[in-house]
């Protein structure tokens, strides 16, 4: 299984051993490479698909729940989130949801996000993992991690 991924054609040598020492560190199992099956194509030669090389265990994963909790005047028009739940790796920042929903919203370079999970006003530097490991079952709801979100105007541009 090793042996797969360190000569995976699609991971720098750097990367594996980030990797190596990611699940190693975790005291969990290194993640087992998708084999790739040749399909026959209309001519009957095989023709290799090409697939993710591992996949994220499930353990890893965090499942939220994001509720709009409504705009201030001003902040322009946006995009409804069409979806509310998302999975995402754990160690996702709150950094990286708001770049989500400005990109699934179509916000404002002038609108500010604010995200808020169990009355804490988070940071865009905090991770889901360190999220939950703080605020715990508080911040859960049917096993998804739920976070409320607000627009308003950034202070920079009310100058």
């Known amino acids: 299984m090793l042996w797969c991924i360190k000569h995976s054609p699609f991971i720098t ?24 099956q040749p399909v026959t194509t209309a001519r009957g030669r095989p023709k290799k698909l090409f697939g993710p090389v591992f996949r994220i265990p499930p353990e890893l994963d965090v ?10 005047e001003g902040t322009g028009s946006f995009k409804p ?4 739940f998302v999975r995402v790796s754990g160690e996702a920042t709150i950094g990286h ?14 609108c ?13 530097y905090q991770t889901l993992r360190d999220i939950l490991a703080e605020i715990g079952k508080r911040a859960l709801q049917d ?5 409320h979100f607000g627009l308003g105007l950034s202070p920079s541009s009310l100058t």
């Not at 190596?20 to 490479?33: D, I, S, W």
């Not at 989130?81 to 509310?84: A, N, S, T, W």
Request: aromatic fraction near 8%.
């Open 112 to 124: 500010q996000v604010d995200i808020i999970c169990a009355d804490h006003l988070l940071e865009h």
């Open 13 to 36: 040598s750097g990367e594996k051993t980030q990797m190596f020492n990611f699940y190693k560190e975790r005291g969990l199992e290194m993640p087992k490479p998708v084999v790739t």
């Open 143 to 147: 096993g998804l991690l739920v976070l």
């Open 97 to 110: 949801v708001e770049k989500f929903l400005r990109r699934k919203m179509e916000l404002a370079t002038t």
């Open 81 to 84: 989130l069409e979806k509310k």
């Open 63 to 72: 499942s939220l729940l994001l509720e709009f909790i409504g705009a201030d």
